[in-house]
């Protein structure tokens, strides 16, 4: 993953923005399925639109650094709403919790990559 400031800068607003609306996207889903249901299908809802989405900030950032975390980020965002079904009335709360998400997502993506080319740095 880059280092300078414009991708980081890039990469965090694409989490961000991306997994908050996966997490919007998903709370649209009627509340009446059972939780696991509505879980999985929240996931696959959530990872479609952020893919109609995800394009401007693949061409300006570069594909595999915005994909993998906004994609890992937009999963699990995407869920949210299915497990904290009082977040779905507070739409703004859903989209604070999405992009805090898909910053969490970004961290742990950026740690991984460090493990893995932490030999290959130095």
């Given at each position: 993953m880059e280092k300078r400031a414009y991708f980081l800068i890039g990469d965090w607003l694409a989490c961000a923005s991306l997994s908050a609306w996966a997490a919007w996207v998903a709370g649209l889903l009627p509340s009446t399925w059972p939780m696991a249901v509505e879980m999985v299908v929240g996931m696959i809802v959530g990872m479609v639109a952020v893919m109609v989405a995800m394009p401007p900030f693949l061409v300006l950032f570069g594909a595999l650094e915005v994909m993998v975390p906004v994609m890992l980020g937009s999963m699990i965002s995407s869920m949210l709403p299915s497990m904290v079904p009082g977040l779905r009335q507070e739409s703004g709360t859903l989209l604070?919790?999405?992009?805090?998400?898909?910053?969490?997502?970004?961290?742990?993506?950026?740690?991984?990559?460090?493990?893995?080319?932490r030999e290959t740095d130095a």
């Open positions: 604070a919790w999405g992009a805090g998400c898909g910053l969490l997502a970004w961290g742990v993506t950026w740690m991984a990559d460090r493990l893995l080319h």
